[in-house]
């Protein structure tokens, strides 16, 4: 079951296609184009209401896209990235990667985030603005609007017993006694500002409760295993048996790069080959649904 929902907003539907993208020198365009779309990016994502509204006109920017490009959309948008990462302190534009179509790519600090992030301005063959998009992580790498850093299994031996013992406690915190005062505190120092700024706490006590009153309480917890990807965070996976399930299940915590807590899940069978949440979750329901079937036939 889920604990916390991460959703991504775009200004516009846009499709930068299957082009190979080349690395293009900024120096090609000139610094007052430079600067607009530098401008244009920060409206767009930090300054929301204040002062005028930032309309790009017909020499820069797509009919389409204008008319999609309203206040509204692009206050509810603005709204939505301050509230969960804060303001931008910097943005700086890293490269332009281009073909038929271009990229200007940015790169961002937000005041609440651990990490940067990244903004994309998509110009069309005549270096007008068609598509607005963003990646909520920053990496020198080039990824699709859909695509991320690949997890890889990573020794266990490089957490500490500490952290261990910490990620222990905070998994049985969180789904087992079910009480707010055996909640795992949560803090900006532990925790990533998104996850905590409206009360993590009453949404995992929600969690807990339902978790408990199908599986039961958590018999045995065993740290299994540890994934990373080197840009944009970590999953810790342990090996779980509640009262109710005769086989194992898996409680997994997923952490931010610099290790804040972002999400907490519980899978109700154990998998040992690692499954994307939603897969794994699928899967897992299938299965004890077959096993239902089953022990019904007999």
Not at 114 to 141: A, C, G, M, T
Not at 142 to 153: G, P, T, V
């Amino acid at each position: 079951m889920k604990k916390i929902f991460i959703c991504l907003f775009f200004l516009s539907i846009g499709i930068t296609g299957n082009c190979q993208f080349k690395r293009i020198d900024t120096l090609n365009f000139n610094k007052k184009f430079r600067e607009l779309l530098t401008d244009f990016s920060l409206m767009s994502f930090d300054l929301c209401n204040k002062g005028d509204f930032f309309q790009l006109n017909n020499t820069y920017s797509e009919k389409g896209f204008r008319e999609r490009y309203t206040k509204e959309h692009v206050i509810k948008v603005c709204k939505w990235y301050q509230e969960r990462y804060g303001k931008i302190n910097s943005i700086k534009l890293k490269e332009v990667l281009g073909d038929k179509v271009k990229i200007f790519r940015y790169k961002v600090h937000r005041d609440k985030s651990d990490f940067p992030q990244e903004i994309r301005i998509h110009l069309n063959s005549v270096d007008q603005v068609y598509h607005v998009s963003s990646k909520i992580f920053w990496s020198d790498h080039y990824y699709k609007r859909n695509e991320y850093a690949e997890l890889s299994i990573r020794s266990k031996s490089d957490i500490s017993d500490k952290r261990k013992k910490e990620l222990e406690l905070f998994a049985l915190k969180s789904d087992d006694k079910c009480e707010r005062k055996s909640m795992p505190i949560i803090n900006e120092e532990n925790t990533e500002y998104r996850s905590f700024r409206k009360g993590w706490i009453p949404l995992m006590l929600t969690e807990c409760d339902s978790i408990k009153e199908k599986n039961g309480k958590i018999r045995k917890l065993r740290f299994e295993q540890y994934l990373s990807d080197d840009v944009y965070g970590r999953v810790y996976r342990f090996l779980a048996y509640f009262e109710n399930l005769t086989k194992p299940s898996e409680i997994r915590i997923y952490a931010s790069i610099k290790d804040k807590y972002r999400g907490i899940f519980v899978v109700d069978r154990w998998y040992s080959r690692y499954l994307e949440f939603e897969k794994a979750k699928k899967r897992s329901e299938k299965d004890l649904k077959n096993k239902l079937k089953t022990v019904k036939r007999l």
